[in-house]
Every structure is written in C-alpha cells, then in structure tokens.
C-alpha cells in the first residue's frame, strides 16, 4: 500500500559524500522550494509564532537547515529575527556560508544534541528535516526542541500522498541534473507524513497547544506553542 510509510535511507544521509554533488542538489532544492511554493507554508508559520513577541531582537534557530533559504523572505522583511543555521553536514554548513546573501550564523551540529542552553532559542523551524527519521528518533528530536525553545516550534514537512509522489518523480526526471534529487525526492514523498501520524506523535509528547494545516504543495505546517 503506497500510503505506508517508507522507511529507506536517502542518499542526503549519507555523510560521507562531502563533494559537489552535495552543492548542486542544495540548489536544485532551492529552486524547487521555491517554485513549488513550499517556503510560504514556513514564513507564515513563523510570523504567526512572532506577531506577539519583542520585536528588538528575535532569535530563531532553523535546524536541519540544508541550504537555508526557505526564510529568505522574512529574514529581509524583519530585521530583528536572527536566524541561525544548523546542520550537521560539513559540506551543507560551507554551502550556507558561501551562498547566503542574509549571512546567518552557521552551526555545524546534531539536531539530538543541540549545543544550546534550555530556553535560550525564541522558535525552532525545520522544514523538510523530521521525515528522515523513524518514530522514536523525532520524539527525541522534538523533546530536545521543547528543552531549548522559550515560544515555539514551526515544522513544515510533506504530506504523503500518491500524487505528490507521481508529480515530483516526473518533475526531477524531466528537469533535475542532480542524482542526489532525483533519487531522494520520490523517496522523500514517500517518507512523508498522513496527519493522524502528525497528531498521534504531538499528543505523545504533550503538545497541547499545537495547530497544524495542509498547504501547498502537499506540505504540512504545525505551529507548537509552548
């Protein structure tokens, strides 16, 4: 049954490649993210999470932050959000600093072992990270968030869903150059998320004050309040 969730490796996954490959599939994603509109479902969320808060200084942690761009747009608007990149590739980490006009700070790090005190981050984003990992893996990721963030936690991932995967199986075939997409992004869909897994796992870890959306294209968005 298609609807099952997938468990299979990506190749993002793998560490070890640590060469231009890795460059080209983090622009390709870039293009994707924001041509499929998958990045709008992330800045709402998060203004959403910032529209009551101080607005001198905000610091928002994007973990799991491949090349991150997808708060672009917010980072240019809203001067007083600072965004920090974490991820725990080498590779991905030089790409942010290279190839990022807003110019976050960079740490290369563990989403399980985030080198932050408890309640010393505003919001935690993630986008497009917590379908890597299997069930017992992102309640540890979520209960390390819960620790280090003092508002909330934005997370925007993918709705698994036939047609998702049918359409961007023959979008990377037709247009991706990278083996890294073109093998990871059907497998992505795939290991996405149906909402009752989303709703079971946030009542599991006692999330109470949580909203989440179906946006576009096949994403989910919940915004956790804390």
């Known amino acids: 049954m298609f609807l099952k969730k997938y468990s299979q490796p ?3 996954d ?12 983090l622009r390709e994603l870039r293009l994707i993210n924001y041509f499929l509109g998958g990045n709008k479902g992330s800045k709402r969320g ?11 200084k905000i610091y928002l942690l ?4 491949g090349s ?17 990149s974490l991820d725990r590739n080498k590779r991905v980490c030089n790409f942010i600093k290279k190839n990022n006009n807003f110019k976050p700070m960079v740490v290369c790090a563990d989403a399980f072992n985030l080198p932050f005190k408890n309640k010393s981050i505003d919001i935690i984003h993630t986008s497009l990270f917590l379908h890597h990992f299997n069930c017992q893996n992102l309640k540890n990721i979520l209960s390390r968030f819960n620790d280090v963030a003092k508002q909330g936690i934005v ?19 037709l247009f991706s150059r990278s083996e890294l997409v073109r093998s990871d992004a059907p497998i992505s869909v795939r290991k996405g998320f149906i909402k009752s897994e989303l709703t079971d796992l946030l009542k599991e870890m006692n ?7 179906r946006k576009w294209a096949f994403r989910w968005v919940i915004t956790a309040h804390l």
Not at 68 to 84: P, Q, T
Not at 207 to 213: L, T
């Open 68 to 84: 991150s761009d997808v708060l672009d747009d917010l980072k240019k608007k809203h001067k007083s959000v600072r965004v920090i």
């Open 155 to 173: 997370i925007n991932d993918l709705r698994r869903s036939l047609l998702a995967f049918l359409g961007i199986k023959i979008l990377t075939m």
């Open 46 to 56: 998060v203004l959403k999470m910032i529209s009551n808060l101080p607005k001198d």
């Open 10 to 12: 990506e190749l993002m």
């Open 207 to 213: 999330f109470a004050n949580y909203e989440i959306g």
């Open 62 to 65: 994007d973990a799991g932050s």
């Open 14 to 25: 793998d560490f070890s490649i640590q060469d231009e490959r890795v460059d080209l599939a």
